[in-house]
T-cell receptor, first 115, second 113 residues
Framework: GAVVSQHPSWVICKSGTSVKIECRSLDFQATTMFWYRQFPKQSLMLMATSNEGSKATYEQGVEKDKFLINHASLTLSTLTVTSAHPEDSSFYIC???????????FGPGTRLTVT | AQSVTQPDIHITVSEGASLELRCNYSYGATPYLFWYVQSPGQGLQLLLKYFSGDTLVQGIKGFEAEFKRSQSSFNLRKPSVHWSDAAEYFCAVGGGNTGKLIFGQGTTLQVKP
């Protein structure tokens, strides 16, 4: 149990366009979902925390108007990268927390390349 | 400030040899501690976690970790490494009400045949 999926697994888009990444908890209800960004050979950087039915909480330095997060249900959160630029190219990983003990289950990640 | 330090960026061990990956943390409250493993281009898989109780925790794939409060450490160990263990390993601390995790920089494990 505790499987998290992401779609798409990889995406290439042109500069200036928007791209949406979905994160789903397949076999549990996630009270909280998290979005991370990971650069090559580096650790994960938390971008935002989203709770179902409320606005996401963004980490310092993350542009909320650029990275739109919607947590529409207990099993789905989406990250939309708006007006993408090449510097937005990265590996985006979501995670979902079940219950209150802080254990997070991670999705397989989405590789975004902006040309 | 809350932080996690993995002192070893890269470790190479021979297959069959023992392994220890170091993790030190700084956290104001009682920490929840985690070890995750990441294969190239993949998400993270939870190896083991410590919330409370017995300070020696067993995880998947033959891994174990020991929480030492006096040393603020949570080192990961495996008695005999397999070639399939080659991956990136992340130590993380946090949890609680916010559920936020703070990750270490990661340790790349290479396994020699």
């Amino acid at each position: 149990g505790a499987v998290v999926s992401q779609h798409p697994s990889w995406v290439i888009c042109k500069s200036g366009t928007s791209v949406k990444i979905e994160c789903r908890s397949l076999d549990f209800q996630a009270t909280t979902m998290f979005w991370y960004r990971q650069f090559p050979k580096q650790s994960l950087m938390l971008m935002a925390t989203s709770n179902e039915g409320s606005k996401a909480t963004y980490e310092q330095g993350v542009e909320k108007d650029k990275f739109l997060i919607n947590h529409a249900s207990l099993t789905l959160s989406t990250l939309t990268v708006t007006s993408a630029h090449p510097e937005d190219s990265s590996f985006y990983i979501c995670s979902a927390r079940r219950g209150g003990l802080g254990e997070q289950y991670f999705g397989p990640g989405t590789r975004l390349t902006v040309t | 400030a809350q932080s996690v330090t993995q002192p070893d960026i890269h470790i190479t061990v021979s297959e069959g040899a023992s392994l220890e990956l170091r993790c030190n943390y700084s956290y104001g409250a009682t920490p929840y501690l985690f070890w995750y493993v990441q294969s190239p281009g993949q998400g993270l898989q939870l190896l083991l976690k410590y919330f409370s109780g017995d300070t020696l925790v067993q995880g998947i794939k033959g891994f174990e970790a020991e929480f030492k409060r006096s040393q603020s450490s949570f080192n990961l160990r495996k008695p005999s490494v397999h070639w399939s263990d080659a991956a990136e390993y992340f130590c993380a601390v946090g949890g609680g009400n916010t559920g936020k995790l703070i990750f270490g920089q990661g340790t790349t494990l290479q396994v020699k045949p």
